[in-house]
């Protein structure tokens, strides 16, 4: 194992328990056999996230995340154009090789453990960032402009 000799000994080892109890959520989550299995839908969903989000909720996230899930999520260039939450199951099923139900089973559970780490006002705002779809892979609602703003529609 590397260590950084800039971290104190008992830092590293913090966050590295930290990361290792988020591989056991998403472990748990995702019902996935092994440690390295879920650390693969670790990386991969947190690097495809990384390739969204920008600004303040970025950063954010990343201060909320152990060590090392934050680096594989600010190690990414955002995109210039922001996937939908389809379009981004679809892309890491693409980059991954695995099924769309898998893909999409794989970041719901990342999410979850994300979720947990930045609590829910953090994650209000990184929806408000996102294009459509995502509300739902982090297991809320999706919510209609309309819903959004409170105005009702009228009656058909």
């Not at 294009?131 to 959004?148: C, H, I, K, N, V």
């Amino acid at each position: 194992m590397i260590t950084d000799v800039r971290v104190p000994l008992e830092h590293q080892q913090l966050h590295e328990t930290a990361y290792e109890q988020m591989l056991e959520k998403v472990r748990y989550e995702g019902a996935y056999p092994t440690r390295e299995r879920a650390e693969e839908s670790v990386r991969l969903v947190l690097a495809g996230l990384g390739r969204q989000l920008t600004g303040d909720e970025r950063v954010d996230l990343a201060a909320c995340l152990p060590l090392e899930a934050a680096r594989v999520l600010t190690a990414q260039i955002p995109d210039t154009q922001p996937l939908t939450g389809s379009a981004f199951v679809k892309d890491l099923a693409a980059r991954s090789g695995a099924s769309l139900a898998t893909t999409r089973w794989d970041t719901g559970s990342v999410f979850a453990a994300v979720a947990a780490h930045a609590g829910p006002d953090l994650i209000t705002r990184i929806l408000h960032q996102l294009p459509a779809g995502y509300a739902l892979l982090f297991g809320r609602a999706e919510l209609t402009p309309a819903a959004q703003t409170g105005h009702r529609h009228p009656e058909a």
